[in-house]
T-cell receptor
Framework: DTGVSQDPRHKITKRGQNVTFRCDPI?????LYWYRQTLGQGPEFLTYFQNEAQLEKSRLLSDRFSAERPKGSFSTLEIQRTEQGDSAMYLC?????????????FGSGTQLSVL | AQTVTQSQPEMSVQEAETVTLSCTYDTSESDYYLFWYKQPPSRQMILVIRQEAYKQQNATENRFSVNFQKAAKSFSLKISDSQLGDAAMYFC??????????FGAGTRLTVKP
């Protein structure tokens, strides 16, 4: 068990550029979550997948944001035409959801800075 | 939508003493789960303790215990015999039976030697 892995750890980009983050969940975990966290705040829910199906998206997830989990394993989060307000830590978490019990395991996050 | 409120932005405790972090939540559901997560400076979230709403008995994990008051929608975390390594941001979180997890704004805990 290598834990939840996120890549890259840090990303610096210029406003208007596109960025893509990757998350590799713990193998056999069926749920995968994306959260965004700004300094001094709690994680804000963005979206989550159960296997390859995207079950819910937050209203925070504008049209510039898209997430995929094509094979029900790793996931990507893409932000198009980045804005300075997108600067944040993007956290991924995975879990083995069985309907009655769920424990989330978080990755170390990708810190995005938009200049 | 469910909301989670942590009214203490910062707390401090003397090493070896006990500290209680507060959390309240708003929900119309009867079946849900509550969590406390710890986030050290490394920014990785670590599960501290979990409570199922249908269980009346308060969860305990070593030095960590909760006071779950379902009627009051309160879920406080007690840390006994505080250690320097307990210093971190602590987040209270709520999850309904089939839905996503929502977090409070966090409490920064400082442990004084």
């Amino acid at each position: 068990d290598t834990g939840v892995s996120q890549d890259p750890r840090h990303k610096i980009t210029k406003r208007g550029q596109n960025v893509t983050f990757r998350c590799d969940p713990i193998s056999e975990h069926n749920r995968l979550y994306w959260y965004r966290q700004t300094l001094g705040q709690g994680p804000e829910f963005l979206t989550y997948f159960q296997n390859e199906a995207q079950l819910e998206k937050s209203r925070l997830l504008s049209d510039r944001f898209s997430a995929e989990r094509p094979k029900g394993s790793f996931s990507t989060l893409e932000i198009q035409r980045t804005e300075q307000g997108d600067s944040a830590m993007y956290l991924c978490a995975s879990s083995l959801f069985s309907g009655t019990n769920e424990k989330l395991f978080f990755g170390s996050g990708t810190q995005l800075s938009v200049l | 939508a469910q909301t989670v409120t942590q009214s203490q932005p910062e707390m401090s405790v003397q090493e070896a003493e006990t500290v209680t972090l507060s959390c309240t939540y708003d929900t119309s559901e009867s079946d849900y789960y509550l969590f406390w997560y710890k986030q050290p400076p490394s920014r990785q979230m670590i599960l501290v303790i979990r409570q199922e709403a249908y269980k009346q008995q308060n969860a305990t994990e070593n030095r960590f215990s909760v006071n779950f008051q379902k009627a009051a929608k309160s879920f406080s975390l007690k840390i006994s015999d505080s250690q320097l390594g307990d210093a971190a941001m602590y987040f209270c979180a709520y999850r309904s039976k089939n839905n996503d997890m929502r977090f409070g704004a966090g409490t920064r805990l400082t442990v004084k030697p």
